[in-house]
Structures are given as C-alpha cells and as structure tokens.
C-alpha cells in the first residue's frame, strides 16, 4: 500500500511499540539509528512537582541525537520517532503534552485508548502524522472519522492491552475499506513474521515485547530475564491488573502470589491515567509480554536485534523470490 515520505524509507518496515516504563530516549534513538521507528509513550516521561518538564527534555535530546547521527551519516539516516498519547479521559496530563509535541514538531503521534479529533489537528498543524491502534473494525472505522492517518491494528497475542481476534481476521476487514497506512501488532518477532504481516495486507510490522530484552531498555534485569527464558505458553490473558485485557508474563504473576490460570476480572471503569499509568502500584512488578518473545533468546543491543530483524526479512524475501 502507499505510505506517507515519512514512513517510506525505513530501512526495514517497523515501528517499534510505546512499552509503559520500558520504552525511554535511550531506546528510542538506538532504534532510529538502527533504521525502524522508535516510540515512547509521553506519560513514561515524568516528574515530581516543581522540576523541569521531563516530556520537553526527552524530546530535545531525542531531536539533537538525531541530528548530529544525520549529520554524521548523510547516507544512513535515521528514522524518525513517535510519540504515544493516552487519550482516555483520565489522561489529565493530555493538553500539556499536546502542547509540547507541536512546539518541537512530533513527526508520528501514535494514539490510544480513544480517538479523538483535535489531537489529531494538533499533530496535523505541524506536519505530524498519526496512527491510531485499534483492536477490531468497528473502532478502525471511528479512528479514521475522527481524522486519524493510519491505524495499528492489534491483534491476539500482542503484548500489553491485545484485542482477541486473528491478525488474518482483523487485516482483512480492514482492508475492505481502507487503503491507508496500516501496522500490525501481534506476536511478532521476526523478519520472516515482519513479511508475513504485509502478506496479509499490513504495511508494517509493530513490534514491542523484544525490545524489552535490550540494553537500551529500561526494564529491570528480571524482567529482561523472564522475556529470554519464557515462552507462548508463558502467557496469559487478563483484565485484572489494569480493568481492560491484556498479555502478561505468568512467572511474574505467581512471583505475586496469584495463580495466573485463576485470576479474577476487572472492570474497565478502573482505568485511571492520572499519575501516568493505570496499573495500581500493588501490580508493579506484573509485567506485560506478547505471544511472540520465545524467538527471543538473549538480552543485546537493540541495533543487534534490528540487524537480525533484516537480516531474516531480507532473507524471507529471497526465499519467496521478492
């Protein structure tokens, strides 16, 4: 499918996912000089009251780290990053950060948990594009009413807040009535997984729960552990820790004293943004996964990983005679 300039020339088709905690400048920019998309969520930045806006510095380091890898590198850009807005209601932080993503001019805004138009003119007034993420074809379709360019579809398996419904499933519907960008979040892990994904009809591949095994990642070691050593079946799905359904680590889960085959449920009215994340401190130490990280063998540099990621996309492409 046709993309904007902005996501046409990256050096493989991925946007790595805004992870809560885990995704800070470090990651980010190891992901654009490496040739994908990287992404933060703007409420991972933070501060107590009466320092200096973290959101600002985050972007003002990000934007010179940049540069100076351009200047260095005419003939290896980097990509370009995104920024995640949460725009559920309880996001009392939302305007704020609008506000300082259009003063330094954001390139992609991926949004969440609601569309909502004048965020989207907010990105549009300074050439930003914006990808919404949706878990089936019903809320696709109100994201792109509302004005949003793209869409992240996020299918069964994803890590964090996943819909239930297969990526085939999901894709196909969408595409009967939008040609526009598309990513597809769910399970991915590899290159090969990466052309699978625009086999189906996505333009790009989505991908977050390895990342959170690099050293870049602002995970603590064992969580980064957990990821190398777990599996598919190390997964569960569940509503409890944050009120909406999600992808966790099951050895985390026990490591809190439940039983990850007997949780109970919660309501998504328990959703609260206010202090930066949903998740009750008593739940800290539950940490989200996706279906895809037992192709995840090793913590390393995230530009190691990404060269392996086109290392297998480009040899996927060959063995298809691409």
Not at 226 to 245: Q, R
């Amino acid at each position: 499918m046709s993309l904007p300039p902005i996501l046409s020339h990256l050096r493989i088709p991925v946007i790595a996912s805004p992870m809560f905690i885990v995704s800070g400048p470090e990651l980010v920019i190891a992901q654009c000089k490496a040739g994908i998309v990287g992404s933060f969520p703007a409420l991972n930045a933070r501060e107590k009251e009466g320092e200096p806006i973290q959101l600002d510095a985050w972007l003002t380091r990000i934007g010179e780290e940049l540069d100076r890898h351009n200047q260095a590198n005419p003939d290896r850009p980097a990509a370009p990053f995104a920024v995640n807005q949460i725009v559920h209601r309880s996001n009392a932080r939302l305007e704020r950060d609008i506000e300082i993503c259009v003063r330094h001019k954001v390139p992609l805004w991926i949004t969440s948990l609601g569309a909502r138009p004048e965020v989207n003119e907010a990105a549009h007034s300074v050439g930003g594009v914006v990808l919404h993420d949706i878990i089936n074809n019903t809320f696709a379709r109100k994201a792109i009413e509302k004005g949003a360019d793209g869409l992240i579809a996020v299918a069964a398996g994803a890590g964090g807040h996943a819909g239930m419904q297969s990526p085939f499933a999901l894709i196909q519907e969408i595409r009967q009535w939008f040609d526009g960008p598309l990513a597809l979040s769910g399970a991915i892990a590899t290159g090969r997984a990466v052309l699978a994904a625009q086999a189906m009809g996505a333009d790009l591949g989505y991908i977050g729960s390895p990342f959170i095994a690099t050293e870049e990642a602002n995970a603590v070691p064992d969580y980064k552990r957990m990821i190398v050593e777990s599996g598919a079946e190390d997964i569960v799905y569940s509503s409890l820790f944050t009120g909406v359904h999600g992808n966790y680590l099951k050895p985390s889960i026990r490591a809190a004293g439940l039983d990850p085959d007997d949780l109970e449920h919660a309501d998504p009215s328990s959703m609260n943004f206010g202090q930066g994340s949903s998740k009750p401190k008593a739940w800290s130490a539950i940490w989200g996964a996706g279906q895809g990280i037992g192709a995840i063998g090793e913590v390393q540099p995230a530009g190691a990983y990404i060269d392996r990621l086109a290392r297998e996309y480009a040899e996927a492409r060959a063995a298809l005679a691409l």
